[in-house]
T-cell receptor, first 114, second 114 residues
Framework: SAVISQKPSRDICQRGTSLTIQCQVD?????MFWYRQQPGQSLTLIAT?????????ESGFVIDKFPISRPNLTFSTLTVSNMSPEDSSIYLC???????????FGQGTRLTVV | GEDVEQSLFLSVREGDSSVINCTYT??????LYWYKQEPGAGLQLLTYIFSNMDMKQDQRLTVLLNKKDKHLSLRIADTQTGDSAIYFCAESMNYGGSQGNLIFGKGTKLSVKP
């Protein structure tokens, strides 16, 4: 199994600013993903974080708004840029070792934009 | 498109069994998951079942999978007040360019009454 740590666990940010969320896995993993959970909603995939190349974004999410880095097989960051109150959500990092393997999640980052 | 459906609410009395149901659409899913989310917390993986299995039991939890009907259920025996939470059903995606990310249902809020 893999243990995923996210930082920060929560933050309150001013609109127009940016926040970078870090995700650290305790072992090397093939795949890392970023999800968003808006208040009272289910989880929606933002993007797949690709090691050494640009992330793959889902429809409705763009790199300028959600830049993602993945410098190695255990670490990724998600930045929420130019924040507005609509970005208030829980952001979750996930990892697995490819299609058909168990998925693990971090505890999430609860972001409130004021 | 891919879809995972769950009923939104379930209320049971302490000591009774809870059954949470889920239907999914992707017949090629290899893993199906149940996650628990307590208020203000991240996702906790409860259990998962591989698609070539019909049933999996883990202490108070029993997962039943009907592949023909694409129906998944989670049974919690002897439900306790600490089981009150939102339960998410999720399927892994195994087609096209999917990298093993998950599609989540909207979650079932389980309320346990003393």
């Amino acid at each position: 199994s893999a243990v995923i740590s996210q930082k920060p666990s929560r933050d309150i940010c001013q609109r127009g600013t940016s926040l970078t969320i870090q995700c650290q896995v305790d072992s090397q993993v093939t795949m890392m993903f970023w999800y968003r959970q808006q208040p009272g909603q289910s989880l929606t995939l933002i993007a797949t974080a690709n090691q050494g190349s640009e992330a793959t974004y889902e429809s409705g999410f763009v790199i300028d708004k959600f830049p993602i880095s993945r410098p190695n097989l255990t670490f990724s960051t998600l930045t929420v840029s130019n924040m507005s109150p609509e970005d208030s959500s829980i952001y979750l990092c996930s990892a697995n070792n490819g299609v058909g393997t168990e998925a693990f999640f971090g505890q999430g980052t609860r972001l409130t934009v004021v | 498109g891919e879809d995972v459906e769950q009923s939104l609410f379930l209320s049971v009395r302490e000591g009774d069994s809870s059954v949470i149901n889920c239907t999914y659409t992707d017949s090629s899913s290899t893993y199906l998951y149940w996650y628990k989310q307590e208020p203000g917390a991240g996702l906790q993986l409860l259990t998962y079942i591989f698609s070539n299995m019909d049933m999996k039991q883990d202490q108070r939890l029993t997962v039943l999978l009907n592949k023909k009907d694409k129906h998944l259920s989670l049974r919690i025996a002897d439900t306790q007040t600490g089981d009150s939470a939102i339960y998410f059903c999720a399927e892994s995606m195994n087609y096209g360019g999917s990298q093993g990310n998950l599609i989540f249902g909207k979650g079932t809020k389980l309320s346990v009454k003393p």
